[in-house]
């Protein structure tokens, strides 16, 4: 029987822990563990004193008291061992997760003072969502509204650093840029900017994360920021490879269960894709950072039906099959964005002078961009997106006018003038471009404004414009008056228009 004055019993260690000791904390001695290493998953180790380092024990007790030392007597102790977490075992063996479910941690990274301020209230969450999803949701419909809504701010208010994220980045977008000083780089770009890359390398993976990119990689694009926005999107890529999107034989980062999710985080890599070939429109040669699509791919499922979250299956399209006015306005989009991403690849690879590899996309775009007219409201976005891709593939042969790219040039010009006359009956007709509300306006039809403009200034040196042309140039000019008020791209647009007036005159 045991007295008060026999000190520590069998079931407990003479000395504290090492992790207790090295940190200050109170140890309370239990073996084989004590509670403060138990509780925080780590390792217990019991360690002597160095004043009786090497005497000898030989007590049963002794020996009770030393079983969780891991090294020899005289050997140094060994550093503590980090603990392996979720995305480190995706990376490096991730076949352990295949034998059983983890739990995924919650993200550990705080939200600042300021974050929460930036994003606001109730009342502002909402009218910032209501702007969203009443105005660019229309042409890049990556979100779901009602994930969204039923999900991510069911609880007000937020305070998962995810969702905290995207509300800031959704806040962003719909912003319209300070008039003065003319700059996009404002203080809320910077704070989202910043707090992304906060989490971008957190623990835990998340959709949300990656959606706040896309919004980032869409807000640098609109205003012009480079090369910000082009390596914005090789992040986009690369985050949403971790997460197991559109990555085959890949462990997700978790399981997806239902089919409105599973079509948003589809939607949401087609996003990527598109921004991934529009951002290197006018500079072919740049390679792109996610692959390129194959023909069996799932397009986006009908866009109003996964809006009320509604998706069937049995509706679904792949790229293969021809295209049809029953395809939602994103899935045409999708369609678009592969074949810009073909001329692109073939202006910059070996086969640029093979003129059926040229021929062959110039009928593929062609027929898309007759398909997308012969509807009974035709989308100016996807048209405008159409009409860029063409004027992608054919503006290298516009200086063209001798020798084996005789045709090409011919070819090249006949296009201009057919886009020319479109954009001029819309002009004065559906003021598609001039008058429409710069709240709706996508990028993809700056693009190609500014090209048939640039052309036909170019070719002021060679002859005077017909009225009718300096008449569309100078609406064509001060719609990127208008548009440079919500997207400063527009803008540069115009100075780039100086600029190949300035060298036309001399």
Request: glycine letters at 4%.
């Amino acid at each position: 029987m045991k007295t008060p004055g026999t000190g520590s019993s069998a079931n407990h260690a003479r000395y504290v822990c090492r992790s207790c000791k090295t940190r200050k904390r109170k140890c309370n001695k239990a073996l084989p563990g004590c509670s403060s290493c138990s509780k925080r998953n780590v390792t217990c180790e019991y360690s002597r004193p160095n004043s009786i380092r090497h005497s000898a024990f030989s007590s049963a007790s002794s020996d009770l008291q030393w079983n969780r030392l891991s090294v020899d007597e005289g050997t140094p102790s060994l550093p503590e061992v980090q603990a392996v977490n979720f995305p480190t075992l995706l990376f490096l063996d991730p076949s352990i997760l295949q034998h059983g479910h983890l739990e995924i941690p919650s993200p550990a990274t705080s939200v600042p003072q300021h974050i929460l301020r930036l994003i606001g209230d109730l009342d502002d969450i909402h009218t910032t969502a209501s702007k969203f999803f009443d105005h660019i949701h229309l042409w890049m419909p990556f979100i779901s509204r009602k994930r969204f809504y039923d999900i991510h701010i069911r609880t007000v208010p937020p305070s998962k650093p995810d969702v905290i994220l995207l509300l800031l980045c959704l806040k962003l977008i719909t912003s319209f840029p300070p008039a003065n000083p003319r700059d996009p780089r404002t203080p809320l770009y910077h704070a989202a900017k910043h707090f992304f890359l906060d989490l971008e390398g957190d623990v835990t993976l998340s959709l949300l994360i990656l959606q706040a990119g896309v919004l980032l990689a869409l807000y640098e694009i609109g205003h012009g920021i480079y090369p910000a926005a082009f390596l914005t999107i090789g992040t986009c890529a690369r985050y949403a490879h971790a997460l197991g999107i559109s990555v085959s034989r890949a462990v997700e980062s978790r399981k997806v269960i239902t089919l409105v999710e599973l079509e948003e985080r589809r939607r949401v890599w087609w996003a990527i894709v598109i921004l991934d070939r529009f951002v290197s429109i006018g500079c072919p040669g740049r390679p792109f950072v996610t692959a390129e699509p194959e023909l069996d791919e799932l397009l986006p499922a009908d866009d109003a039906a996964w809006d009320r979250g509604v998706i069937n299956p049995d509706n679904l399209t792949t790229l293969s099959e021809p295209l049809s006015g029953h395809m939602s306005r994103f899935a045409l989009l999708c369609q678009a964005a592969r074949l810009l991403g073909q001329v692109l690849l073939h202006l910059s690879s070996d086969s640029v002078e093979d003129d059926n590899v040229w021929m062959q996309l110039d009928r593929t775009l062609q027929s898309m961009l007759a398909a997308s007219l012969d509807v009974d409201v035709p989308d100016d976005d996807q048209i405008g997106f159409i009409y860029s891709t063409l004027v992608a593939l054919h503006t290298p042969w516009l200086a063209s006018s001798s020798g084996s790219n005789i045709q090409r040039s011919l070819r090249a010009r006949e296009v201009m003038q057919q886009i020319t006359a479109r954009v001029k009956m819309n002009l004065s007709e559906r003021q598609c471009f001039v008058g429409r509300n710069p709240d709706d306006m996508s990028h993809w039809g700056l693009f190609f404004a500014y090209r048939i403009c640039a052309y036909h200034i170019c070719s002021r040196g060679k002859k005077p414009l017909e009225p009718d042309l300096v008449e569309m140039v100078r609406s064509m000019r001060e719609a990127f008056s208008m548009i440079d008020v919500r997207w400063n791209v527009a803008g540069v647009y115009l100075k780039l228009l100086e600029a190949q007036e300035a060298m036309s005159l001399s």
